[in-house]
């Protein structure tokens, strides 16, 4: 049987007291989370997974079809107390601008990084967010767009402004607007935290 995660992803940090916990599964499954039954409606599942206090917390989740093995995944949620203190806690590189990285992003990989921008693409699937944004600190007359991933949900939307920190993945190739292949540099997000404008 299959079971699909959209939220929170499998890998979550929240300062919230609770995170909501859905997807999708064959319509005929029976979900539990941590053992509490989940109704499911025409295939889909949501649970209130709630975090009383700070620290890290696994859900597992099980999916049941008839006749078929069960289908398990472990989401793994950590509670802090204020997410922009986790995030100032991240020892992102500052001389590894984007000009720089854009140059030949896969000698970077897996350098930590920080940027802005503005959202211009978002895109949730599966509990994983690609972010397609516009960096701020870019050089006069240049488009400096970054892909971002990131394994949870997002509250990002288009025209949102954030700041990114993680690491250097490489380049990512998609085809843009007017058809054109585009090559960007790729992070991998450990924080997407919004901008106030």
Not at 154 to 178: H, I, K, M, P
Request: aromatic content about 8%.
């Amino acid at each position: 049987s299959t079971m699909q995660i959209d939220r929170p992803g499998l890998e979550a940090v929240t300062a919230k007291d609770s995170v909501e916990i859905n997807g999708a599964v064959a319509p005929d499954s029976e979900v539990t989370v941590d053992g509490n039954p989940v109704p499911v409606k025409s295939g889909r599942f949501l649970y209130r997974f709630a975090l009383p206090s700070l620290g890290q917390y696994t859900a597992r989740v099980i999916a049941r079809e008839p006749g078929k093995a069960p289908h398990g995944r472990t989401i793994r949620i950590r509670r802090v107390a204020d997410l922009k203190k986790e995030a100032d806690g991240f020892q992102a590189d500052r001389s590894l601008t984007y000009a720089r990285i854009a140059q030949n992003p896969s000698i970077y990989q897996g350098q930590k990084v920080a940027f802005e921008g503005r959202v211009y693409n978002v895109s949730v699937q599966g509990g994983q967010s690609v972010i397609q944004m516009l960096v701020k600190d870019c050089p006069k007359r240049s488009r400096c767009s970054l892909w971002v991933t990131y394994p949870a949900d997002t509250d990002a939307t288009n025209n949102s402004w954030v700041r990114v920190l993680g690491t250097v993945e490489g380049q990512q190739q998609f085809r843009s607007e007017n058809e054109r292949i585009v090559t960007v540099p790729k992070v991998a997000a450990a924080f997407v935290l919004p901008l106030s404008r």
